[in-house]
Protein backbone atom coordinates (compact mmCIF):
# COMPACT_ATOMS: atom_id res chain seq x y z
CA UNK A 1 0.00 0.00 0.00
CA UNK A 2 1.37 3.34 -1.06
CA UNK A 3 0.93 6.61 1.02
CA UNK A 4 -1.20 7.83 -1.77
CA UNK A 5 -3.51 5.24 -0.92
CA UNK A 6 -4.35 6.20 2.32
CA UNK A 7 -3.80 9.89 2.55
CA UNK A 8 -6.06 12.85 0.69
CA UNK A 9 -5.02 16.23 0.51
CA UNK A 10 -8.19 17.06 3.02
CA UNK A 11 -6.63 15.08 5.85
CA UNK A 12 -3.13 17.33 5.46
CA UNK A 13 -2.63 20.06 7.48
CA UNK A 14 0.50 22.21 7.61
CA UNK A 15 1.52 24.60 10.60
CA UNK A 16 -1.45 23.74 13.12
CA UNK A 17 -1.34 25.87 16.21
CA UNK A 18 -1.01 23.08 18.29
CA UNK A 19 -0.37 23.12 22.53
CA UNK A 20 -0.13 19.38 23.90
CA UNK A 21 0.09 15.80 23.23
CA UNK A 22 -3.66 15.92 23.48
CA UNK A 23 -4.55 18.54 21.57
CA UNK A 24 -2.62 17.36 18.72
CA UNK A 25 -4.46 14.00 18.78
CA UNK A 26 -7.88 15.77 19.21
CA UNK A 27 -6.81 17.65 15.79
CA UNK A 28 -6.26 14.31 14.54
CA UNK A 29 -9.39 12.73 15.62
CA UNK A 30 -11.26 15.82 14.42
CA UNK A 31 -10.06 16.18 10.69
CA UNK A 32 -11.11 12.23 10.73
CA UNK A 33 -14.12 12.53 11.80
CA UNK A 34 -14.91 15.56 9.14
CA UNK A 35 -13.58 13.24 6.53
CA UNK A 36 -15.72 10.45 7.15
CA UNK A 37 -18.94 10.71 8.69
CA UNK A 38 -18.58 7.42 10.17
CA UNK A 39 -16.06 8.05 12.44
CA UNK A 40 -17.07 9.05 15.53
CA UNK A 41 -14.10 11.60 17.05
CA UNK A 42 -14.51 10.55 20.50
CA UNK A 43 -13.54 7.07 19.64
CA UNK A 44 -10.74 8.01 16.86
CA UNK A 45 -9.30 10.02 20.39
CA UNK A 46 -9.82 6.92 22.74
CA UNK A 47 -8.52 4.90 20.22
CA UNK A 48 -5.16 7.28 19.86
CA UNK A 49 -5.04 7.66 23.57
CA UNK A 50 -5.04 4.36 24.32
CA UNK A 51 -2.21 3.51 21.76
CA UNK A 52 -0.51 6.49 23.35
CA UNK A 53 -0.55 4.82 27.37
CA UNK A 54 1.00 1.77 25.72
CA UNK A 55 3.70 3.80 25.11
CA UNK A 56 4.54 7.08 22.74
CA UNK A 57 4.43 7.04 19.14
CA UNK A 58 6.85 9.72 18.96
CA UNK A 59 9.85 7.93 16.86
CA UNK A 60 12.15 10.47 17.46
CA UNK A 61 13.98 13.71 15.02
CA UNK A 62 10.61 15.56 15.80
CA UNK A 63 8.22 12.93 14.15
CA UNK A 64 5.40 10.93 15.54
CA UNK A 65 3.60 8.34 14.32
CA UNK A 66 0.36 8.01 16.27
CA UNK A 67 -2.03 5.52 15.13
CA UNK A 68 -4.91 3.28 16.64
CA UNK A 69 -7.51 0.65 15.62
CA UNK A 70 -11.15 2.57 14.63
CA UNK A 71 -14.59 0.79 14.39
CA UNK A 72 -16.02 2.33 11.26
CA UNK A 73 -13.38 2.36 8.86
CA UNK A 74 -13.10 -0.23 5.91
CA UNK A 75 -9.63 0.82 4.83
CA UNK A 76 -7.02 2.68 6.79
CA UNK A 77 -6.73 6.06 7.03
CA UNK A 78 -3.60 8.63 7.45
CA UNK A 79 -3.99 12.28 8.55
CA UNK A 80 -0.53 14.56 8.67
CA UNK A 81 -0.01 17.65 10.74
CA UNK A 82 3.02 20.10 10.82
CA UNK A 83 2.90 22.56 13.68
CA UNK A 84 6.13 25.64 15.06
CA UNK A 85 7.10 25.53 17.01
CA UNK A 86 6.74 21.58 18.30
CA UNK A 87 5.37 19.78 21.32
CA UNK A 88 6.19 17.66 24.46
CA UNK A 89 5.64 14.37 23.07
CA UNK A 90 7.21 12.17 25.36
CA UNK A 91 9.26 10.68 22.37
CA UNK A 92 12.45 8.30 22.89
CA UNK A 93 14.82 10.80 21.82
CA UNK A 94 13.25 13.10 23.89
CA UNK A 95 13.26 15.99 21.26
CA UNK A 96 10.06 18.07 20.67
CA UNK A 97 7.55 16.45 17.70
CA UNK A 98 6.39 19.24 14.88
CA UNK A 99 5.48 16.27 12.61
CA UNK A 100 2.65 14.04 13.05
CA UNK A 101 1.58 11.21 10.92
CA UNK A 102 -1.35 9.78 12.19
CA UNK A 103 -2.95 6.23 11.00
CA UNK A 104 -5.91 4.79 11.70
CA UNK A 105 -6.83 1.10 10.43
CA UNK A 106 -9.88 -1.18 11.03
CA UNK A 107 -10.24 -2.74 14.27
CA UNK A 108 -10.62 -6.14 12.50
CA UNK A 109 -7.04 -5.31 10.48
CA UNK A 110 -3.61 -6.69 11.70
CA UNK A 111 -0.70 -7.47 9.32
CA UNK A 112 -1.60 -4.49 6.90
CA UNK A 113 -1.56 -2.39 10.00
CA UNK A 114 1.85 -2.86 10.66
CA UNK A 115 2.96 -2.81 7.07
CA UNK A 116 1.46 0.34 6.64
CA UNK A 117 3.61 1.27 9.54
CA UNK A 118 6.70 0.19 8.04
CA UNK A 119 6.47 2.27 4.68
CA UNK A 120 5.77 5.18 6.64
CA UNK A 121 8.37 5.28 8.93
CA UNK A 122 10.86 4.36 5.56
CA UNK A 123 9.52 7.35 4.13
CA UNK A 124 9.75 9.37 7.16
CA UNK A 125 13.48 8.78 7.72
CA UNK A 126 14.56 9.90 4.66
CA UNK A 127 16.07 13.30 5.83
CA UNK A 128 15.45 15.18 2.56
CA UNK A 129 11.90 14.60 2.45
CA UNK A 130 11.74 15.89 6.34
CA UNK A 131 13.26 18.79 5.47
CA UNK A 132 11.02 19.72 2.37
CA UNK A 133 8.08 19.07 4.85
CA UNK A 134 9.09 20.95 7.77
CA UNK A 135 9.75 23.93 4.72
CA UNK A 136 6.01 23.42 3.47
CA UNK A 137 4.17 26.37 4.23
CA UNK A 138 1.02 24.96 2.83
CA UNK A 139 -1.23 22.02 2.86
CA UNK A 140 -1.13 21.22 -0.53
CA UNK A 141 2.62 21.60 -0.49
CA UNK A 142 2.89 18.84 2.73
CA UNK A 143 0.67 16.63 0.94
CA UNK A 144 2.86 16.70 -2.58
CA UNK A 145 6.10 16.17 -0.22
CA UNK A 146 4.49 13.04 1.01
CA UNK A 147 3.21 11.44 -2.20
Known amino acids: MEI ?7 CTRCAVPVTSKKRALQIISDIASEKLETLNEEDVLA ?4 REKMGSTGIGQGIAIPHGRVDGLSSPLAIVITCSPGIEFD ?3 NQLVDIFFAILVPTE ?3 GHLQTL ?3 AQKLSDKEVIKVIRNCHSDNALYEALV
Open 109 to 111: QTD
Open 47 to 50: SLLC
Open 4 to 10: KDILSLD
Open 91 to 93: SID
Open 118 to 120: ARI
